[in-house]
Each structure stands twice: as structure tokens, then as C-alpha cells.
């Protein structure tokens, strides 16, 4: 008999803690305390009210669940004013949009949907995300460059015919983000766009989908999902001896994509938005020194994803002390602070982080795209640390360009 399987649930989680605690407890102890729990009891109410509950409050830290995102920014804004936010998912984020900016709270995403880059409600979308950035080309511009490769590709390859292009995933607000521009582009750049094959994100049997894409005959598929099932794909796929060239968006695939499917994630090409772990340009010295901040070994291996997040993390960071300097802190100088730059990149971090640069009227920061090919080179059971540095598996910069910011794609 096999044991139980543990239940799993997705929720947000909120942290908070005193600033200077330490430094109030040597001043007086008695009273720190005594504040200290009154604050506790009014923030508990606060995250009931918010359908959340208090899982943790060890010394000065407390720790809530919510059953949303949206909950849980909701119940922080109600605790004390937020100035600015690094969020997270598609849903969650388009979900905050209203809320973002009517309280006017500059909200940096993990999401990067066109559909957020519409300050003012005149793009495509005809929707306005005045308070809403993300760090890294949309998805829409990112499978756009991937289909500009695409087309180059299949020229150097010498093919006469018109090459066939396909979607790839589930039909959710993050795979969809992508779809209708990137099959508008393609058939700009002359491919036959195929119908969508879904693909869901839960890792599952995709022997099906692996077939239709023989059947189909794709030549390019682009894979809209997150990276547990893209590995499962690529996996199937191989076995199912698929030829078709595998592009993958910029959440869909990394290094450790690369050691689960192994082989079959040889010659995959996606989409990048900094500078990888270690590369030797000048910035990469400020990304090691801010690992050690929880490694003070330095010699834990950092993802793709990480880096992007510093990238994001110091945007922010700059946007903060401009308005500092310009008549204080607050949400809507932040977002004054991030449109005074062009080409910005963030000081101490040359060479690992794109330009970017955002105006009142155009919030797609990054439209320069950087493609890279994977190549793996026998077994990949090792960490991923130890793969790289023995150089089985390998991540080669292939493709670069700038999608022209052209006023029909804003939002789309």
C-alpha cells in the first residue's frame, strides 16, 4: 500500500515585522512589548477581515495565509500604506490592476502580459495599467522575437516551403497572454499558424499532444506553460521521436528544466532577460554580493529567474530614492522616479541587466529580447551547480533583438 499523499493548496502569504526591534527592546523592553501586542491584536483583525488568518507570530515577525493575492494586498495596504509591490502571477496581477490605481501603489510584476503595459487605456487592450511595470519584454514581445528567430532559422536551414508555427498550452489568462499576438506575427512573418494544441500545466500523459504535433506537422511550437510541464513534454516528445524545434517562454524554461528532461531539452531555445549566473561582465560582482546576503558562502548556484529578479528588485530600489530626493517617498513619486530614465539600467549592475526605459504613455520597459539555445551533453543526475560547471549542460546566446514599439501592439 502506498502512504497518503499530503493535500496541497495554493494561498498567499503575508510577512511583517518591526522596524529597529531590536534596538526598541534595549531602549524598553517592557514597553516594546506591550506596543508590540496591541499592534499584533489590530493587524489580526485586519487579516480576518480579509478572509486570512495568522498562521505564526514569533517575537516581532508575523506570518498570515489569505486565499488570494489579492486578499492578502488588500489586508497589507489596510495595515499600513504601501508604497510599492513585487508581485507575482498573471491572475492575481491583472486581478490588483483597479486596485493598484486607485491607490496609486507602483506594482512590479512576475507577470509580464502586454496587457500591463497600457498606462493610459488607448492601446489594444483599451484597458489602463498607469501604476503597473514589470522588469523583461512582454510575453507577447518575447514569443514575437522567438518568431523572428524562427524565421531566420528556417531560412539558414535552406527550406523552400512555408514554415508552420503552433501554440502550445493551457487555456489560462498566463499562457494565453501571449497567443493572439505571437499568431498575428507569425503570419506577418509568413508562417502557417496551426490550431492550438492545449496543454495543461499540471505535468500529466502528453503523448497526445506530442502526437498532434506530428500530425500536424509543426515545425516551431511554442511552449506557453511553466516549466514542470514543459519538462514532461520535452520528455514525451523525444520519445515519441518529435522533430519539431521547441521555443519556450521566459517562466517555462532554466537550468533545472534542463537537468529533469535531460536530453530532451538539447537544442530547446527560449527566451532570456539578463545576463546568466557568472557570466563575466561587471554587474555580475553586485549579483554575487546580494547571494551572499542569504548564502554568505557565495557558492550557492543561481538560477536565470533570480537574476531578473534583482534586476527588478534595484529598479525599484532607484525609483524609491529618486522620489526620496524629490519631495518624499510615496507611490506616485516612485512611479515619477521610474519614468525619468531612458535606457535605465541600475547602477552596479552593467552588463547583467537590460535597458529599460518607461514614459506616461508606454509602460513596455524592455523590448529587447535575448534568445538562448540549451545544449546538454550526457547524464544530468548531478545538481545543477556541478552540470554547469562541467559543462553537461550549457546555455548559448543565439538571437538577439529589439521589437519596435509599434503603437497597435501596445497592450496586445
Same mark, same amino acid.
Given at each position: 500500500?502506498?502512504?497518503?499523499?499530503?493535500?496541497?493548496?495554493?494561498?498567499?502569504?503575508?510577512?511583517?515585522?518591526? +522596524?529597529?526591534?531590536?534596538?526598541? /527592546? *534595549? %531602549?524598553?523592553?517592557?514597553?516594546?512589548?506591550?506596543?508590540? #501586542?496591541?499592534? $499584533?491584536?489590530?493587524?489580526?483583525?485586519?487579516?480576518?477581515?480579509?478572509?486570512?488568518?495568522?498562521?505564526?507570530?514569533?517575537?516581532?515577525?508575523?506570518?498570515?495565509?489569505?486565499?488570494?493575492?489579492?486578499?492578502?494586498?488588500?489586508?497589507?495596504?489596510?495595515?499600513?500604506?504601501?508604497?510599492?509591490?513585487?508581485?507575482?502571477?498573471?491572475?492575481?496581477?491583472?486581478?490588483?490592476?483597479?486596485?493598484?490605481?486607485?491607490?496609486?501603489?507602483?506594482?512590479?510584476?512576475?507577470?509580464?502580459?502586454?496587457?500591463?503595459?497600457?498606462?493610459?487605456?488607448?492601446?489594444?487592450?483599451?484597458?489602463?495599467?498607469?501604476?503597473?511595470?514589470?522588469?523583461?519584454?512582454?510575453?507577447?514581445?518575447?514569443?514575437?522575437?522567438?518568431?523572428?528567430?524562427?524565421?531566420?532559422?528556417?531560412?539558414?536551414?535552406?527550406?523552400?516551403? +512555408?514554415?508552420?508555427?503552433?501554440? /502550445? *498550452? %493551457?487555456?489560462?489568462?498566463?499562457?494565453?497572454?501571449?497567443? #493572439?499576438?505571437? $499568431?498575428?506575427?507569425?503570419?506577418?512573418?509568413?508562417?502557417?499558424?496551426?490550431?492550438?494544441?492545449?496543454?495543461?500545466?499540471?505535468?500529466?500523459?502528453?503523448?497526445?499532444?506530442?502526437?498532434?504535433?506530428?500530425?500536424?506537422?509543426?515545425?516551431?511550437?511554442?511552449?506557453?506553460?511553466?516549466?514542470?510541464?514543459?519538462?514532461?513534454?520535452?520528455?514525451?516528445?523525444?520519445?515519441?521521436?518529435?522533430?519539431?524545434?521547441?521555443?519556450?517562454?521566459?517562466?517555462?524554461?532554466?537550468?533545472?528544466?534542463?537537468?529533469?528532461?535531460?536530453?530532451?531539452?538539447?537544442?530547446?531555445?527560449?527566451?532570456?532577460?539578463?545576463?546568466?549566473?557568472?557570466?563575466?561582465?561587471?554587474?555580475?560582482?553586485?549579483?554575487?554580493?546580494?547571494?551572499?546576503?542569504?548564502?554568505?558562502?557565495?557558492?550557492?548556484?543561481?538560477?536565470?529567474?533570480?537574476?531578473?529578479?534583482?534586476?527588478?528588485?534595484?529598479?525599484?530600489?532607484?525609483?524609491?530614492?529618486?522620489?526620496?530626493?524629490?519631495?518624499?517617498?510615496?507611490?506616485?513619486?516612485?512611479?515619477?522616479?521610474?519614468?525619468?530614465?531612458?535606457?535605465?539600467?541600475?547602477?552596479?549592475?552593467?552588463?547583467?541587466?537590460?535597458?529599460?526605459?518607461?514614459?506616461?504613455?508606454?509602460?513596455?520597459?524592455?523590448?529587447?529580447?535575448?534568445?538562448?539555445?540549451?545544449?546538454?551533453?550526457?547524464?544530468?543526475?548531478?545538481?545543477?551547480?556541478?552540470?554547469?560547471?562541467?559543462?553537461?549542460?550549457?546555455?548559448?546566446?543565439?538571437?538577439?533583438?529589439?521589437?519596435?514599439?509599434?503603437?497597435?501592439?501596445?497592450?496586445?
Amino acid at each position: 500500500m502506498s502512504p497518503p499523499q499530503g493535500q496541497r493548496k495554493l494561498t498567499a502569504i503575508l510577512s511583517a515585522d518591526v +522596524v529597529g526591534y531590536s534596538r526598541l /527592546m *534595549g %531602549e524598553d523592553e517592557q514597553a516594546t512589548v506591550d506596543t508590540l #501586542k496591541q499592534y $499584533q491584536q489590530a493587524i489580526g483583525r485586519v487579516i480576518e477581515r480579509h478572509m486570512g488568518r495568522i498562521v505564526d507570530a514569533p517575537g516581532d515577525n508575523i506570518l498570515a495565509e489569505f486565499p488570494s493575492a489579492v486578499e492578502a494586498v488588500n489586508g497589507a495596504v489596510e495595515i499600513q500604506k504601501v508604497l510599492a509591490i513585487h508581485g507575482w502571477s498573471t491572475p492575481s496581477t491583472e486581478a490588483l490592476v483597479s486596485a493598484v490605481t486607485e491607490d496609486e501603489i507602483p506594482y512590479f510584476s512576475a507577470s509580464y502580459a502586454a496587457s500591463l503595459t497600457d498606462p493610459t487605456g488607448r492601446g489594444a487592450g483599451g484597458r489602463a495599467a498607469p501604476y503597473n511595470f514589470f522588469y523583461g519584454p512582454s510575453y507577447s514581445d518575447a514569443c514575437r522575437g522567438l518568431v523572428q528567430w524562427a524565421s531566420e532559422d528556417w531560412k539558414a536551414r535552406g527550406n523552400s516551403r +512555408v514554415p508552420r508555427f503552433v501554440h /502550445m *498550452g %493551457e487555456n489560462h489568462p498566463y499562457p494565453n497572454a501571449p497567443k #493572439k499576438a505571437c $499568431q498575428a506575427y507569425a503570419t506577418e512573418l509568413g508562417f502557417e499558424v496551426l490550431p492550438v494544441i492545449a496543454m495543461p500545466m499540471n505535468p500529466g500523459d502528453f503523448s497526445a499532444q506530442c502526437g498532434q504535433l506530428k500530425t500536424q506537422g509543426a515545425d516551431y511550437a511554442y511552449l506557453a506553460n511553466t516549466t514542470a510541464s514543459v519538462s514532461v513534454l520535452l520528455s514525451t516528445c523525444r520519445g515519441l521521436q518529435v522533430e519539431t524545434q521547441f521555443m519556450v517562454n521566459i517562466w517555462g524554461f532554466d537550468e533545472n528544466v534542463m537537468k529533469t528532461a535531460g536530453a530532451a531539452a538539447d537544442g530547446v531555445v527560449w527566451v532570456m532577460g539578463a545576463a546568466k549566473w557568472g557570466d563575466d561582465v561587471p554587474g555580475m560582482y553586485t549579483v554575487q554580493e546580494v547571494s551572499k546576503m542569504s548564502d554568505p558562502s557565495g557558492q550557492t548556484y543561481r538560477p536565470v529567474h533570480y537574476i531578473r529578479g534583482v534586476c527588478s528588485m534595484f529598479l525599484i530600489k532607484e525609483a524609491m530614492e529618486w522620489a526620496d530626493r524629490n519631495g518624499g517617498i510615496s507611490g506616485a513619486n516612485i512611479r515619477q522616479g521610474i519614468y525619468q530614465h531612458k535606457d535605465w539600467v541600475p547602477v552596479g549592475l552593467e552588463g547583467v541587466c537590460s535597458p529599460a526605459t518607461w514614459t506616461p504613455e508606454d509602460h513596455r520597459g524592455v523590448t529587447r529580447v535575448l534568445i538562448y539555445r540549451s545544449h546538454i551533453k550526457g547524464p544530468t543526475e548531478a545538481d545543477v551547480a556541478e552540470l554547469v560547471a562541467q559543462g553537461v549542460i550549457r546555455m548559448e546566446r543565439v538571437f538577439s533583438v529589439d521589437i519596435p514599439r509599434r503603437p497597435e501592439w501596445l497592450g496586445l
